[in-house]
């Protein structure tokens, strides 16, 4: 009997005991509102919970958001300290965007580091042969390769085009292949064409817009079938030439404003057929347009946290090294010959114009 009675005692003690350590347990997991719980173990919630930062799975949860426990968490049993179930609604609750996950970046394996190599490479060659910013080949490259959206990659691809313009630029110069006159006026067109085809770019309907690039190539090939280019660095600039140098600008930036596409496109062939420049001129003072314009877009989309900047500095720093070869090559070859193969690639650009136009989801409406 007193052994029975011993027994009962010390069964009576360790549960006070268990209750106790409960209670210090529950007060210590369970503060007040605004403060700060940390749970050491692994949480698991029946009510979904949303966090600022992104969570790894298999990672403790720690909860430190002030104000989101207004109430102690009810254990399934006292010694089970690993999970435990909410039964009191969050303070607080945190909306669904707020739990957000970024794309990881994309691995540099050798095949895709080679990819690169190529296309700064390539885009360089043709800013400095054809006069023209190289962004044709740096935008498709940078989404086919590495995956990115359009507005990155051609964010991207105006950080790259700035040391390769500016490589080509100063080839042409050693040369006195440019016209700083010609450039300022061609640069006081594009800014306000650049304005107009931004307001008629909510007021066309969008299938017809790649369709205007596409009538300027037909132009461009056609006319360049009745003109002779030459090979003269010498401009001199008059009223006449002043006037339709503007009207070249102003259309450059309408064109850029509208589709993506203007700089060396539009302002070659119309230095070459309008104004009567040389080939190699037209080419030096187009690079010299596109430095300021893409600086200035630069600066833009890094203020909407679009620029991918060291990327494009290390396809511009490739691009840079192969512009100068691409100079080199326009000075060797025949001046009929060079306005044939920037015919070419004015319906290259053109076709890939189309092609990403039919890529894209019609608008309601249209």
Known sequence: MDEQRSADRSRGFEQNVDSEQSAELEQSIAPECNAQPELDALVHLDAPVHFDTPVHPGAPVHLDAPGELCAPPEFSTPSDKSTFSHSTPLAKPRPASSFAIGRPAP???????????????????????????????????????????????????????????????????????????????????????????????????????????????????????????????????????????????????????????????????????????????????????IIPTAISGTITNARHGLVDLKLGLVLGAIAALAAPVGTFAAAQIAPTLGELLFSCFLVFVGVQTLMKARKKPATKGE
């Open 107 to 289: 691995s540099f394996t050798v095949g895709r580091s080679i990819l690169v190599l190529v296309t700064g490479l390539s885009a360089g060659f043709l800013s400095g042969l054809f006069g023209v910013g190289g962004g044709v080949l740096i935008v498709p490259a940078l989404t086919l390769i590495l995956g990115m959206d359009q507005k990155r990659a051609a964010a991207t691809s105006l950080v790259a085009i700035i040391p390769t313009a500016a490589a080509g630029a100063v080839s042409y110069a050693m040369s006195g292949n440019v016209s700083l006159i010609a450039m300022l006026i061609l640069i006081a067109g594009a800014l306000v064409g650049a304005q107009i085809g931004v307001l008629l770019l909510h007021r066309l309907p969008e299938r017809i817009l790649p369709w205007i690039f596409v009538g300027f190539v037909a132009f461009v090939v056609i006319s360049q079938r009745f003109h002779v280019p030459i090979r003269d660095s010498v401009f001199e600039l008059d009223w006449y030439k002043g006037i339709v140098l503007l009207i070249v600008g102003l259309f450059s930036g309408i064109l850029s404003g509208l589709v993506g596409v203007g700089g060396g496109s539009v302002i070659v062939p119309g230095m070459e057929i309008l104004v009567g420049a040389g080939d190699l001129l037209a080419r030096g003072t187009s690079l010299l347009v």
